[in-house]
């Protein structure tokens, strides 16, 4: 288990020493801002969709190391997938994060979302963790309010 854990705080630190897709998009067709103002987390997430699917998607901002590391794994995450697909994505990561401790965790569902476990052991970060995924939903939602934490 040790292992394990050495190994997803080493994917965190990588994806927030050099986040994938942090770029502003040329025609972004949905883009929504978020915030968590527990932490001071600030993000822009922005996608092109094609098809009932993410084409592209990038995202800026600044915030704490989980909130960077788990925006750049989401959009990964995300790229190609079509809504529905990714509304069941943020559902397990949801689940993950706010369920016991000790659940187990859905590792084919999840993917390399997976990292972000041992932040259910640290309930303040939770909102760190998902406000990208809040902000995303309110790109898709295509409401014109700030995602919020709160
Ligand atoms: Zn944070």
């Known amino acids: 288990m040790d292992e394990l854990r050495e190994l997803y705080q080493a994917t965190i630190l990588d994806h927030n020493r050099k986040p994938r897709n942090f ?25 092109e969709l094609e098809g009932g699917r993410v084409k592209d998607i990038g995202f800026q901002g600044n915030g704490c190391a989980i909130s960077v590391a788990s925006a750049s794994l989401m959009t ?10 990714i509304s069941g994505e943020f559902d397990r990561f949801h689940k993950m994060l706010t369920g016991p401790t ?7 569902g999840l993917g390399k979302l ?9 309930p303040i970060r939770i909102k760190c963790a998902t406000l990208c995924w809040h902000t995303l939903r309110a790109a898709l939602d295509g409401g014109s309010k700030a995602a919020t934490t709160e």
């Open 23 to 47: 770029r502003a998009l040329e025609a972004p067709d949905h883009s929504a801002d978020g915030h968590n103002p527990i932490c001071g987390d600030q993000l822009t997430v922005q996608l």
């Open 76 to 85: 990964e995450a995300v790229v190609g997938r079509s809504l529905d697909e």
């Open 102 to 108: 000790d659940a187990p965790i859905d590792m084919a």
């Open 114 to 122: 997976a990292v972000f476990s041992g932040v259910r052991e640290f």
